[in-house]
């Protein structure tokens, strides 16, 4: 019931946006996979409705939680196109941030499998709490190293609160 089949995790991160409304401000990762926001502003979101997270050398390409709301924020763990991998003491700040802010994460863990130091979670399903405000993409392109295939699965909790942010009117 909470698994959803899909043909790879880039296609759901950017059609699960049909399940938001328009209106919602979305946080990315600076730099950031295409899609996230490629998608957002095919589905009619302009830069105004962004807020960018820097990723530099000097915050460990790990960036800060922002000072304003997001209501849907996109993480990448391992990111692509940085590598760098979240300690769980990192994602627990980012749970926490969307909780107490009513706020979604979309987690694209389609690179999980290549972690290979302890402490780094595989999923963000592993934070406390995460259940309530997460939706994970998974992909076995990487795992099984059958790219051109396209499948995956994206992870949606019967427990996941939809408040907060605008759901789409569909």
């Known amino acids: ?60 390409f790990l960036p800060d939680i922002p000072d304003e709301k997001a209501d849907i924020i996109y993480l990448c763990f391992p990111t692509n196109p940085t590598g760098t991998a979240a300690p769980v003491s990192y994602l627990s700040k980012w749970v926490q941030y969307a909780n107490a802010n009513g706020s979604g994460i979309l987690f694209d863990a389609a690179y999980e499998a290549f972690i ?3 402490g780094i979670p595989h999923s963000i399903y592993e934070i406390s709490g995460a259940d309530k405000c997460a939706i994970e993409f998974r992909s076995f392109s990487k795992t099984a ?16 609160i939809c408040h907060g942010y605008e759901l789409s009117q569909l």
């Open 145 to 160: 190293g059958f790219t051109g295939v396209r499948y995956g699965y994206t992870v949606i909790p019967k427990t996941l």
């Open 116 to 118: 290979r130091q302890g």
């Open 1 to 60: 019931d909470e698994i959803f089949v899909s043909d790879g995790a880039k296609s759901d991160c950017g059609n699960i946006l049909d399940i938001f409304g328009p209106s919602n401000t979305i946080a990315v990762c600076d730099p950031v996979y295409p899609v996230y926001v490629d998608t957002n502003i095919m589905a009619g979101r302009t830069g105004d409705d962004f807020i960018y997270l820097p990723c530099t050398g000097e915050n460990g």
